[in-house]
T-cell receptor, first 110, second 118 residues
Framework: GQQLNQSPQSMFIQEGEDVSMNCTSSSIFNTWLWYKQDPGEGPVLLIALYKAGELTSNGRLTAQFGITRKDSFLNISASIPSDVGIYFCAGQVTGNQFYFGTGTSLTVIP | GAVVSQHPSWVICKSGTSVKIECRSLDFQATTMFWYRQFPKQSLMLMATSNEGSKATYEQGVEKDKFLINHASLTLSTLTVTSAHPEDSSFYIC??????????????FGQGTRLTVV
């Protein structure tokens, strides 16, 4: 299946710093989703984006649906230790199929 | 958000045996369920998509006779790993979405099943 390119692959940051990660695809998507996964758990939905150019916030998280519909960005402001985990983007074309990015592993140093 | 429950959370089985994993949507009717496989420190790889009452659609490279998927009701899908071998050891995750609740543009995940074949 398709896989989306996500960068960076991993990040090590100090508590309080802002974080940015992005996801790109060679295909156009109609929906972009961002998930967080803790070890041994299933992914948890953070933000869903439905329109090109859309900017949506969820607390300290902000995500954008790229104008080209081939990319999306996730920002986390003022990171805290519990932000640690792996963040995945996911894109949906049609027919309810979702394809996932390669993941960004985030480590927050207190 | 909607709740998806996966069972068991972990299972150890002997090589050559079959293992069934259940995925249930607890508070909504899941018209579509997805099964993913995840290796350590890697992303989720879609294995198959199943719509209630229909045969599952498998991704390229996924053996449908090896990974049997049944989606007999709007709240339950099962994945059976047949004649399991050590290379089948992995983290299997299901997700569900619902066209009925106009949730077909979001997917909610189970907590995953860690399968170890010895």
């Amino acid at each position: 299946g398709q896989q989306l390119n996500q960068s960076p692959q991993s990040m090590f940051i100090q508590e309080g710093e802002d974080v940015s990660m992005n996801c790109t695809s060679s295909s156009i998507f109609n929906t972009w989703l961002w998930y967080k996964q803790d070890p041994g758990e299933g992914p948890v939905l953070l933000i869903a984006l439905y329109k090109a150019g859309e900017l949506t916030s969820n607390g300290r998280l902000t995500a954008q649906f790229g104008i080209t519909r081939k990319d999306s960005f996730l920002n986390i402001s003022a990171s805290i230790p519990s932000d640690v985990g792996i963040y995945f983007c996911a894109g949906q074309v049609t027919g309810n199929q979702f394809y996932f990015g390669t993941g960004t592993s985030l480590t927050v140093i207190p | 958000g909607a709740v998806v429950s996966q069972h068991p959370s972990w299972v150890i089985c002997k090589s050559g045996t079959s293992v069934k994993i259940e995925c249930r949507s607890l508070d909504f009717q899941a018209t579509t369920m997805f099964w993913y496989r995840q290796f350590p420190k890697q992303s989720l790889m879609l294995m198959a998509t199943s719509n209630e009452g229909s045969k599952a659609t498998y991704e390229q490279g996924v053996e449908k006779d090896k990974f049997l998927i049944n989606h007999a009701s709007l709240t339950l899908s099962t994945l059976t790993v047949t004649s399991a071998h050590p290379e089948d050891s992995s983290f299997y995750i299901c997700s569900a979405s619902s066209a009925i609740r106009l949730m077909n543009t979001e997917a909610f995940f189970g907590q995953g099943t860690r399968l170890t074949v010895v």
